[in-house]
């Protein structure tokens, strides 16, 4: 069975540039997580979807993060004007209704 | 809000000694939390290691262990001999016992493991 896949694995912008993070999560799985994870940091929540809706986006900067997950299936996460405190690793992570997450290796995002 | 707290951001232990990495939560909002420890070895991505979800009990998975400790608020992770191979990062986290099953994460712990 696949793992969760993303892309890019790493990404290096200058501050004011947009970036988008894509996520495919495990085939079945409706629950799908974006994390932010700065360096030396554990992961944080930033948004999750059940199927195509959001379910909790309280913690995404809005102003310039958006994310959608149209079909119920893969996942976009964009940041429309990066700034250097975005510099982190981008977890996606999926999972069946109320179980175990699994996570995908991460995008790793500079901002200079 | 409910934490997390590692206290060691790194830990150094020779092969075949024991190990203790401290975990220790709040959970103001949440009644009884899911507990969990998260690895991520060099090269993957993180994984769950193991969960207890009752208090009072011990999971275990690898040769690690860690009981939930609700009196003391505590998740401790425990090996009493490890191997090289052991050597990752090693996360705590909580989740809500129902509902969301959002993960809240501790800092991290860096393991390494001395030949």
């Known amino acids: 069975e696949a793992g969760v896949t993303q892309s890019p694995r790493y990404a290096v912008l200058q501050e004011g540039q947009a970036v988008s993070f894509w996520c495919d999560p495990i085939?079945?799985?409706?629950?799908l997580y974006w994390y932010q994870q700065p360096r030396d940091q554990g992961p944080q929540l930033l948004v999750y979807?059940?199927?195509?809706?959001?379910?909790?986006n309280s913690q995404l900067p809005s102003d310039r993060f958006s994310a959608v997950r149209p079909k119920g299936t893969n996942s976009t996460l964009k940041i429309q004007s990066a700034k250097q405190g975005d510099t982190a690793t981008y977890l996606c992570?999926?999972?069946?209704?109320?179980?175990?997450?699994?996570f995908g290796p991460g995008t790793r995002l500079t901002v200079l | 809000g409910d934490s997390v707290t590692q206290t060691e951001g790194q830990v150094t232990v020779s092969e075949s000694k024991s190990l203790i990495i401290n975990c220790t939560y709040s959970?103001?909002?949440?009644?009884?939390?899911?507990l969990f420890w998260y690895v991520r070895y060099p090269g993957e991505g993180l994984q769950l290691l193991l969960k207890?979800?009752?208090?009072?009990q011990k999971g275990s998975s690898r040769g690690f262990e860690a009981t939930y400790n609700k009196e003391a608020t505590s998740f401790h992770l425990q090996k009493a001999s490890v191997q090289e191979s052991d050597s990752a990062v090693y996360y705590c986290?909580?989740?809500?016992?129902?509902?969301?099953?959002?993960?809240?994460f501790g800092s991290g712990t860096q393991l390494t493991v001395m030949p």
């Open positions: 992570a999926s999972s069946g209704h109320y179980a175990e997450q699994f």
């Open positions: 085939s079945g799985h409706d629950t």
């Open positions: 979807f059940r199927d195509e809706a959001v379910i909790d």
């Open positions: 959970a103001t909002s949440i009644g009884y939390p899911n």
């Open positions: 207890v979800i009752t208090a009072g």
């Open positions: 986290a909580l989740s809500e016992s129902s509902g969301s099953w959002q993960l809240i």
